[in-house]
C-alpha cells in the first residue's frame, strides 16, 4: 500500500529493557485497549530492508552479520513508532491574534462567522507558494520525528478552489518524499463552503463530486476524503451525499464530526463504515453505542479541545463502551496550533482518564487503523514497517509520568535511526 522510494535500512537493537509491540488483533477498544503487550528484556528488535524480521527475547534473536547496524538501547523502552492521524499539516499564514481573542473570551464560531477561521488561512494558503508551503511544514514535520512520529496524515482544506487543493495535496506528497516520515493525504475540500459557493453549500458539494473527486483520484493524491460536518458548515445529508460518492469512487472517509454542535456525525460515519470519526466533543449517548459496534475509529483531539478551551472528549465512558480510540494532533493554524506529542499525551493521561497503556494504544495501532495501515504500520510485529521510538527511560510509563516532556532518544524508521 504505501510502498515508497525511501531509504531502508538494516538495524538490530540490542539491549532493549522493556519492549511494547502492542502486537495482536487490530481493533482494540475496553480491556484490549490495556494489552500492550509488554516484554521485559532483554530483547531484541531485527529490521531488514526496512521491515520488522525478529521482535522478542535478545536470547532468540536470529544471528546477524557483524557489519549490521547495532544500537544499544542500554536498557530502556522501546514501542511502535506513533501515529498522527489527523493534522492539516500544509496552510499558509498564521491566525496568532486569533487565538488571544479567544483568549479573551471570544469563541471559535463568532470568529469564524466574521471572517477569520478557516476563511482567513484559505486566503493566506491561495497567496502562498508550493515552496512557501513545503517550507512552513517542513518545521512540524522536523518536530514530530523528534517525538516519536513515522507515520502522519495530512488533509488539504484551505484552497477550496481547484488549483489550491491540487497544490496543497501536491506539496503533501513531496513532503512526504523529501523527508522520513510517511504523509498520508486526505482530500478535504468540504473544510468549509468555498468562497465562490457562499450560500450554496449544496452547489459546491455537487462541484466537489463532479470535478474534485475525479481530479484527486486520476492524479494518485490522496488516499482518503473528509468533510467537515458542522452546523453553519456542512449537513448531515451534505455529509452523506459527498463521502457515498467518494467510496463509489474507491476513496476511504473520515469525518469531522461533533465538534462543536452534536449534529450527529458520528453516528453517520458509523452508519457509512468511515475509518474514523474525529473530534466527539458533543457525540450523544446513542452514537457512541454505534461507534462501538462499528468498524469506524474514535479519534479524539485533546489539543483542540485544550485549544479551544473546550471540555475534553469523553474518553473513558467511549473505551468502556468498546470505542477503538486514537488520539491525533490535528495540527492547524486555528484551533490548534500544536502537535505535541508529550502535551497529548499529558493531557489523555491526566485529564480524559485514559491510562497510559490505552494512550499508547491510541497512538500506535488504534491510530494505524484510523488511516486504514493497520495491517503495515502501528505494532512491533513481524512484517511490519521498521518504524519504533527508543525512549530515554526504562518504561513506557514515562511518557504519562515525566508529563509534557519529549523523551524520545531516537526515532526509526524504515531501520533507519534518527538520534535526538
Ligand atoms: O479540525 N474543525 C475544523 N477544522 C479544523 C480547524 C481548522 C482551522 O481552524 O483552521 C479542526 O479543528
Ligand atoms: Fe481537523
New binding site residues.
Given amino acids: 500500500m504505501m510502498e515508497n522510494n525511501k531509504r531502508k535500512g538494516d538495524l538490530l537493537i540490542e539491549n532493549i529493557g522493556e519492549l511494547v509491540t502492542v502486537a495482536g488483533s487490530t481493533r482494540r477498544g475496553r480491556e484490549a485497549m490495556r494489552d500492550i503487550r509488554v516484554l521485559s528484556g532483554p530483547a531484541s528488535v531485527l529490521i531488514r530492508d526496512g521491515k520488522i524480521v525478529y521482535a522478542g527475547p535478545a536470547a532468540d534473536c536470529p544471528q546477524v552479520e557483524p557489519e549490521v547496524e547495532r544500537i544499544d538501547a542500554e536498557g530502556h523502552c522501546v514501542l511502535p513508532g506513533f501515529v498522527d492521524s489527523?493534522t492539516?499539516l500544509v496552510f499558509g499564514g498564521f491566525r496568532e491574534d486569533e487565538f488571544q481573542w479567544r483568549l479573551a473570551g471570544e469563541s471559535?464560531m463568532s470568529i469564524m462567522e466574521k471572517g477569520g477561521?478557516?476563511a482567513a488561512?484559505t486566503t493566506a494558503t491561495r497567496e502562498a507558494s508550493a515552496e512557501e508551503l513545503t517550507e512552513a511544514a517542513l518545521l512540524h514535520l522536523r518536530s514530530m520525528l523528534r517525538m516519536g512520529v513515522t507515520t502522519m496524515e495530512a488533509k488539504s482544506g484551505?484552497g477550496l478552489d481547484k488549483e489550491t487543493e491540487l497544490r496543497q495535496l501536491e506539496v503533501a506528497k513531496r513532503l512526504d518524499e523529501m523527508q522520513p516520515i510517511d504523509v498520508v493525504s486526505t482530500y478535504l475540500g468540504a473544510?468549509d463552503i468555498a468562497p465562490e459557493y457562499k450560500g450554496d453549500p449544496d452547489g459546491y458539494i455537487d462541484f466537489i463530486i463532479r470535478e474534485m473527486l475525479p481530479l484527486v483520484k486520476e492524479k494518485g493524491l490522496a488516499r482518503n476524503v473528509d468533510i467537515?460536518t458542522?452546523k453553519n458548515v456542512f449537513d448531515l445529508e451534505q455529509s452523506r451525499r459527498l463521502l457515498s460518492a467518494a467510496q463509489d469512487m474507491g476513496f476511504a472517509t473520515k469525518m469531522?464530526a461533533d465538534?462543536i454542535y452534536p449534529l450527529g456525525g458520528a453516528g453517520l460515519a458509523a452508519d457509512l463504515g468511515c475509518l474514523s470519526a474525529?473530534?466527539l466533543l458533543k457525540i450523544s449517548d446513542k452514537d457512541i453505542d454505534k461507534m462501538a459496534k462499528s468498524q469506524t475509529v474514535s479519534t479524539l483531539?485533546p489539543l483542540?479541545a485544550f485549544s479551544l478551551m473546550d471540555d475534553y472528549a469523553l474518553a473513558r465512558k467511549m473505551i468502556d463502551a468498546g470505542c477503538a480510540v486514537a488520539l491525533a494532533s490535528?495540527l492547524?493554524?486555528?484551533?490548534?496550533f500544536s502537535c505535541s506529542i508529550p502535551l497529548m499525551i499529558a493531557l489523555a493521561t491526566i485529564y480524559m482518564h485514559m491510562s497510559v497503556e490505552e494512550a499508547v494504544t491510541a497512538l500506535t495501532i488504534n491510530a494505524a487503523t484510523a488511516l486504514g495501515l493497520q495491517d503495515e504500520i502501528g505494532s512491533i510485529e513481524e512484517g511490519k514497517a521498521g518504524d519504533v521510538v527508543i525512549l530515554r527511560y526504562p518504561s513506557y510509563k514515562f511518557l504519562s509520568y515525566h508529563f509534557g516532556m519529549n523523551i524520545v532518544e531516537t526515532t526509526v524508521k524504515g531501520g533507519i535511526p534518527y538520534h535526538n
Avoid: A, M
Wanted: negative net charge; contains cysteine.
Fill in positions: 489527523h492539516h471559535y477561521g478557516i488561512t484551505y473544510h467537515f458542522e469531522h465538534e474525529d473530534h483531539l483542540t490535528d492547524n493554524p486555528g484551533s490548534c
